[in-house]
Nanobody, 124 residues
Framework: QVQLVESGGGLVQAGGSLRLSCTASGRTFNVRTMGWFRQAPGKEREFVAAISWSDGTAYYADFVQGRFTFIRDNTKNTMYLQMTSLKPDDTAVYYC?????????????????WGQGTQVTVSS
């Protein structure tokens, strides 16, 4: 089992920045990819970014458009999603997830472990 805890969400004005954190514990040696997904009210969950646990290669959804950076600190078993130039459309609950088998998957079904989510609200 892998446990994931997110933090760092909050309220920010459009154009502002936030950094989300995700700390993993448990059988983290099983993890191949970490991912961020988000779900806005009334919408389906969507892929945001993923990162290879081993070499730090990051993958992003098209809508990120260079605004978000996903980095890892393996010494702390912690991943960070640095979000800049935030837009009201970025408002959602953001979830951290872990995938034991695939590299850089954008399919939520590939992720076996999920955090509880952290709310990000961007005001206009």
């Amino acid at each position: 089992q892998v446990q994931l805890v997110e933090s760092g969400g909050g309220l920010v004005q459009a154009g502002g920045s936030l950094r989300l954190s995700c700390t993993a514990s448990g059988r983290t040696f099983n993890v191949r990819t970490m991912g961020w997904f988000r779900q806005a009210p009334g919408k389906e969950r969507e892929f945001v970014a993923a990162i290879s646990w081993s070499d730090g290669t990051a993958y992003y959804a098209d809508f990120v458009q260079g605004r978000f950076t996903f980095i890892r600190d393996n010494t702390k078993n912690t991943m960070y999603l640095q979000m800049t130039s935030l837009k009201p459309d970025d408002t959602a609950v953001y979830y951290c997830a872990a995938d034991p088998y695939n590299l850089g998957s954008s399919d939520g079904l590939d992720y076996n472990y999920w955090g509880q989510g952290t709310q990000v609200t961007v005001s206009s």
